[in-house]
């Protein structure tokens, strides 16, 4: 992007700003930063970054002078297109961009980007290792934790960039296009931000609108949502499936994953050689392996990456054993399907901790999923009486309500045996009690090291 007269405002003060700012100001465009939070500190932002002491900070409301003074507004991706803010400035002609979109005009070399319901991290850490291995200049960005912008500066026509994308960040995209993405799955969430299913499966599927016919997309044969995308789609599609063998692509039969091309079948890995647990997590393995084969790495160097790779941090991470009792951290499940692969992950019995922030999601299935596993449910935040009643509903009685996270695991050191297992793994969001799922799960793992044997 040449053009220096365009003017941009920046929304949003957090990780996402601050970085998406910083790229502008070392472009030499003209920036402002917005939030929309009256009483922020405005010296102590200035003093955790002095590099934007000198871009204006607007806080509050914005006039309809500030809102004619922009050509390109570039919101965070926690912030919703329809505002009444963005709305209005949309109407006025400006450029409604997010944070990926900014980083994608900048950045040089290639994507491979991966979207979906659950699973978006671990894919993405994997791939980013898997991509390590054959190429110099590597970089894993995105709704992992590491803002696009914060490196898109760096980037040459030789990076390889692996980017989660989330379905907020996908509502303001217009040039990104990816040599290879990969959609994971897609079931109910974020609805109170979409409104609607429809809404949101099209925020996810169209990570492909800008993708060429020699583009990749990999898909899960086994949703139906995208089994249909997928004959649709005009690029070349790779499939994954974890239930059926396939003439094309990537599946898991026997315990062991497979690539069928041409009549002709490899096995690439055993489940048993993984460092990973749980159906989901085979799935995403084989979506990592499908874009990293697709982009053109060689199968004995996935299979080394794959061998050497442990669960992502907040993801059925193993924690502790306590009086022969597991501890497993799984606190980035924040919607019940997430959580469903929790439960299904688990080979003992298990004391179950869930609930938090409420984002208008059915928590039936995830009780359905139960199957006998759960001894306890102990439930914390704001959805806790919600699922206690859903959970009555469906014939699971076993419930505790707690007033914290601290009192939910000392309930279930208190009931569990030597044999049992004590699983975070809440179908909510975090927000209310902690930061994000990320204080959460740390918090969770302090209480856990810190309990007497």
Partial sequence: MDSKDKRFLVVGTGKSGVSAAALLKSKGFSVRLF?????LDREAFYEKN????????????????EMW???????????????????????????????????YVFAKGSVLAITGTNGKTTTTTLLGEIMKTHYSDVQVVGNIGIP????????????????????????????????????LNITPDHLNRHHTMENYIAAKESITKNQSHEDICVLNYEDE???????????????????????????????VIYLAKEGE?????????LNLLGRHNYENVMAAAAMAYGYGVPLEKIRKALLNFTAVEHRIEYVAEKNGIRFYNDSKATNPDAAIQGIRAMDRPTYLIGGGYDKGASY???????????????????TKEDIAKAAKSRGFSDVILAESLAEA????????????????????????MFENYEERGRVFKEIVHSLKE
């Fill in 364 to 382: 039936d299935a995830w009780i359905d999923a139960f199957d006998g596993k759960v001894k306890k449910l102990i439930l914390i935040g704001q």
């Fill in 409 to 432: 695991v000392d309930i279930c050191y208190a009931y569990a045996v030597s044999g049992d297992a004590t699983l975070l793994s809440p179908a909510c969001a975090s927000w209310g």
């Fill in 35 to 39: 939030d929309s939070k009256q009483d």
């Fill in 69 to 103: 003074q922009t050509d390109i507004l570039a919101l965070s991706p926690g912030v919703p297109t329809d505002l009444p803010m963005v709305n209005a400035m949309r109407d006025l002609g400006v450029a409604i961009w997010g944070e990926v979109e900014l980083a």
């Fill in 225 to 255: 949502t995208l089994r249909s995308f997928g004959e649709r789609l005009l690029v070349r599609v790779i499939w994954f499936s974890s239930q059926r063998e396939l003439d094309d692509g990537f599946y898991l039969q026997d315990g």
């Fill in 265 to 273: 079948r490899n096995g690439l890995v055993k489940t048993e050689e």
């Fill in 148 to 183: 696009y912008t914060s490196v898109a500066s760096a980037m040459t026509e030789d990076t390889v960039t692996v980017a989660e994308i989330s379905s907020f960040q996908l509502e303001t995209i217009h040039t990104f296009a990816p040599k290879v993405t990969a959609i």
């Fill in 50 to 65: 002095p590099g934007l002491r000198d871009i204006p900070l607007i806080l509050g409301d914005l006039t309809l002078e």
